[in-house]
Structures are given as structure tokens and as C-alpha cells.
């Protein structure tokens, strides 16, 4: 492992997701979901760390400069029985929020980085700063954006990083909240986030031919180390689809059977080190399928709009999957039935051998499928209201249907729409009205779909201002 030097600097990004069919079938290997990754991307920048000669510093600052009071300092070390590096906050203070994606995601990279260079001691690791930047479209803005004139004004504003000049180009939003106060549109970001800074370590810690994202197997190793520091930092295995937009970008996604990563201990504790290194070097049963059957038609695509509410994930899966384990016949043959619909809108809104009229009749049958298994699982997968929103919007000019997507309920919805200014003002001006007339806080976002996975940054310009000078 090479040794740190101040000057040193690796950026990397992962895209967002959205899970346009296969929400719930995909929690179960007999099943897939058609997950698009999006442009709004989490960077991830790593730089060196400069230390005085002499001062033996194992230490990781982590910052998320466009929120408040989002600075997090680590230490790091070899934890004893194989415990890995075990990655400690050094609390100065003892409200200071924690951060778990980041945290165990930490522990997870160095252990593995420790392993690949098993001849190196622990501290050889050189301590890094970190820097993370959202794009624009992974939380709601409200009143609490902070414009970058505003802060450039004001030098000493609690939000500004280091007193330096922002750029103005208005690529990266500042909120004047924290992170936790901040309203998420649901878009993946810590699956990005996980991913992001996973690609981002390993480039800056590892030669070349230890890590390059352009080699499938290496690739893998990102995707592997990804899905399980996300899962430990959620507390909770699920189908993963996420961090496979991140690291893939858009696929058709089989998901890995729970057992490959179910036995990994916590960090620090007994046996961590070698059931990291032995889980994300072994071969997984995830298939992710590219190319044909995950596009778009030419002149098409993915747009989403925030509906600014929220729902429960977590309690809407509960619910389903507790009527599945209830009804296995029912619910059997209505997941083959979702399935095969879903199989045919991928068709569909891919290839133009399917007419306009056919690609709307799969994203109808998609969805009369999704409300029969909400209404029997007595959850609101497409309830009343966003049903009301998705007929009236796909009857407007440019749009060919859309669908409540991933878990469904109160959240964004995604639509297939073609790819003119047009269209798009024309929407912007459909959900206005429907504002109005409804009280429902509709919006746009930017955000569109996006083929490309997790790559290696190498414009730094696009960081200017931001990053440690
Ligand atoms: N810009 C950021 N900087 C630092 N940490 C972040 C950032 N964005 C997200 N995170 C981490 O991810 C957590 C949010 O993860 P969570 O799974 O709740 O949201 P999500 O992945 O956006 O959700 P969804 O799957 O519904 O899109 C935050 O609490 C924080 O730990
Ligand atoms: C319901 C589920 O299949 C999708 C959830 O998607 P989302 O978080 O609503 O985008 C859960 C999962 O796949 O982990």
C-alpha cells in the first residue's frame, strides 16, 4: 500500500436508482426487478491526509458540506482475534451526530484494504479526508436551500466550508439543515453514497492492478464489499437493488441469496477480518443482466416526480410479505402474473416493435396487477390518490404511462416520457395545476435515467470550492 501524501486525491460516483417494475418479487431469487439507475449521482472525493513527520496519526475526517453540523472524525486499528480494523468516531463532543452508513462502511473498506496487503501493519493505512457531494435531486427543497451567493456573502455562515469561495454554477445545493432534518426523495442515496465511497477507497489505497473499475471481477469486489457494509449499516438484508444501480447502473436484477452474507460478525468482533475478505472475494449468486431488455426506446425517458409525503418501507414489506407467507397459492400466482407483466413492459418500453399503444397497456396491466396485491396485502402500494395523479398524467402529450415504483405508497412515481423541452414544461405545468386543484405538494424533479454504474471521476474542476484546499 502506498504510503499518503497530502497531494494525493481519487473521486469517484454512483448513480441513484429507481425501481421501475419488480418492487416486492424482487426480495425472492425466483423473481427479478427492472431497476434504472438515475443521473443524480453521490461523489465521493478522498485526499490525503498531511501529517507532521514523526506523528504516528491514524485518522479518517469524513464531511458532507452541503449540510449542517456534517463532519465526522474517525480513528482507526487492527482490532485483536481477527477483528479487522475496527473504526472508532473520536467523539468531541457528545451530541454530535453519527453517521452508520459511513461508519461501518469504513470498517468494512479497511478491513478488506488490511487483508489485500496482508504484509502491511495496520497503521500503514494513511489517514484521509473525505469529502461527500450529493447531487441536487436526493432531498426535497424547501425554504432550507441556502443559495451559493448567499453563503459566498457570508464567509463565516455555519455552513460555509472553510471560509473559501463556492462555485456558482449551482451543481451542488447547500441546505441550511442537517442532514437528518432534510427531506430524502427516496432516490438511493446511501446505496450511492455506500458504493461511492467504496470505489473512491480502494482507488486511492490500491494500485491500478489491485482496483480498476473497468475490470468486470474488480467491479464485483465493489459490488460485493458495497452490499455488505449497506446491509450491516441498515441492520437488514434486503433484495439489494439498490446498491446494483450503483455499482451497475441500470439491470435487470437477481438478487443474492441472504445466507452469502448473513454470517459476517460485527466489525471489531471476532473472525470480522477473514469472513470480510473470505464473503466479498467468493462468488455470489447475484445475475445482473445488461444491455437488451434495460433500455429505452429511442427519444424516450425516465422522468420522476417527488410527491413530497412518505411512506413506511419498512412496515409496507412487513405487511406483504407476511400475506405471501399467509396465502402462498394466492400470492404465488399473482407474483408469476406481476412477473410476466413486467417482463412484457420492459419489452415494451424498450423496443419499438411495440406500438405507443401497447407500451401503455403494460404499464395499465403492471399496475392493476400492484393495486391487486396491495388491496390483498392491505397495503397502499398504488393507493387512490397517486392512482388519480397517474391516470391524468399519462393522458398528457409525450407521456406513454408511469407507475408508483420500488415499495410504491406516497413517494415519487416515474414515468416514461419523450425526451423534449416540450414535454417537459408541459409536465412542470401539468403538476402545478395539479397542486392547485389537489393540495398534493407535486414536483418535477431534474432527475432522469441514466445507463452508467459507479465510475472513476477524473474532472476534480467540478469539485472546486467544496473539497480540502
Ligand atoms: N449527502 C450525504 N452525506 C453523508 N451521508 C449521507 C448523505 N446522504 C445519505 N447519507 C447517509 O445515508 C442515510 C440515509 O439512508 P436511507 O437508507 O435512510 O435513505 P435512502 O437510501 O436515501 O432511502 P431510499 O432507499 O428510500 O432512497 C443518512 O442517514 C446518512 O447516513
Ligand atoms: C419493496 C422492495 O422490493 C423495494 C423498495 O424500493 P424503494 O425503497 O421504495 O425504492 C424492497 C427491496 O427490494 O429491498
Not at 157 to 162: D, E, M, R, S, V
Not at 165 to 173: I, V
Not at 189 to 209: I, M, N, Q
Request: hydrophobic residues 40%; proline residues 4%; glycine residues 10%.
Amino acid at each position: 500500500m502506498p504510503a499518503g501524501t497530502g497531494s494525493r486525491i481519487k473521486a469517484f460516483s454512483a448513480p441513484g436508482k429507481v425501481l421501475l417494475a419488480g418492487g416486492y418479487l424482487v426480495l425472492d431469487r425466483d423473481h427479478n426487478g427492472l431497476v434504472f439507475g438515475l443521473n443524480a449521482r453521490v461523489n465521493v472525493v478522498v485526499q490525503g491526509l498531511e501529517t507532521s513527520p514523526g506523528v504516528q496519526l491514524n485518522e479518517i475526517i469524513v464531511k458532507s458540506p452541503q449540510f449542517m453540523e456534517a463532519e465526522w472524525r474517525y480513528g482507526y486499528h487492527l482490532a485483536g482475534e481477527d477483528g479487522g480494523i475496527q473504526v472508532t468516531q473520536l467523539q468531541v463532543d457528545k451530541t454530535l451526530a453519527q453517521n452508520k452508513f459511513v461508519e461501518t462502511t469504513l470498517s468494512y473498506v479497511l478491513t478488506y484494504l488490511n487483508r489485500v496487503s496482508a504484509d502491511t501493519p495496520s497503521h500503514a493505512i494513511p489517514s484521509t479526508q473525505i469529502t461527500i457531494l450529493a447531487d441536487n435531486d436526493y432531498y426535497s427543497h424547501g425554504d432550507g436551500t441556502t443559495t451559493v451567493a448567499e453563503l459566498n456573502q457570508n464567509p463565516h455562515h455555519p455552513h460555509h466550508p472553510h471560509g473559501s469561495r463556492l462555485p456558482h454554477d449551482g451543481r451542488f445545493k447547500a441546505f441550511a439543515s442537517t442532514l437528518g432534518g432534510a427531506h430524502k426523495t427516496g432516490l438511493g442515496s446511501s446505496a450511492a453514497l455506500v458504493t461511492s465511497l467504496v470505489g473512491a477507497l480502494l482507488s486511492f489505497h490500491l494500485p491500478k492492478e489491485k482496483f480498476d473499475i473497468s475490470i468486470p471481477g474488480h467491479r464485483q469486489i465493489l459490488h460485493n464489499l458495497a452490499q455488505a457494509a449497506h446491509c450491516a449499516a441498515q441492520g437488514k438484508i434486503g433484495s439489494g437493488f439498490d446498491v446494483a444501480a450503483a455499482v451497475y447502473g441500470s439491470c435487470l436484477y437477481k438478487r443474492f441469496s441472504s445466507s452469502t452474507i448473513a454470517q459476517i460478525p460485527s466489525p471489531g468482533n471476532p473472525g470480522f477480518g477473514t469472513s470480510v475478505y473470505d464473503t466479498v472475494t467468493a462468488g455470489w449468486d447475484t445475475e445482473i443482466k445488461k444491455g437488451e431488455g434495460t433500455g429505452l426506446r429511442a427519444g424516450f425517458v425516465m422522468r420522476m416526480a417527488d410527491v413530497d409525503c412518505g411512506s413506511s418501507t419498512v412496515s409496507m414489506v412487513k405487511n406483504v410479505m407476511m400475506w405471501r407467507k399467509e396465502h402462498p397459492e394466492a400470492s404465488t400466482q399473482l407474483w408469476v402474473s406481476l412477473q410476466a407483466a413486467n417482463d412484457i413492459l420492459g419489452k415494451a418500453i424498450e423496443s419499438d416493435l411495440y406500438s405507443e399503444s401497447e407500451v401503455r397497456a403494460a404499464f395499465l396491466n403492471t399496475r392493476a396487477l400492484l393495486r391487486e396485491m396491495g388491496d390483498a396485502a392491505g397495503v397502499p402500494i398504488e393507493p387512490q390518490s397517486q392512482k388519480e395523479l397517474l391516470d391524468a398524467v399519462s393522458h398528457k402529450d409525450g407521456v406513454l404511462g408511469g407507475v408508483v415504483p420500488g415499495a410504491g405508497g406516497y413517494d415519487a412515481i416515474a414515468l416514461l416520457v419523450k425526451d423534449n423541452e416540450e414535454t417537459k414544461h408541459n409536465l412542470e405545468a401539468f403538476f402545478e395545476g395539479w397542486r392547485e386543484d389537489t393540495g398534493t405538494n407535486v414536483k418535477l424533479l431534474d432527475v432522469i435515467g441514466e445507463v452508467e454504474g459507479a465510475r472513476l471521476e477524473d474532472k476534480l474542476d467540478q469539485y472546486r470550492g467544496w473539497i480540502y484546499g
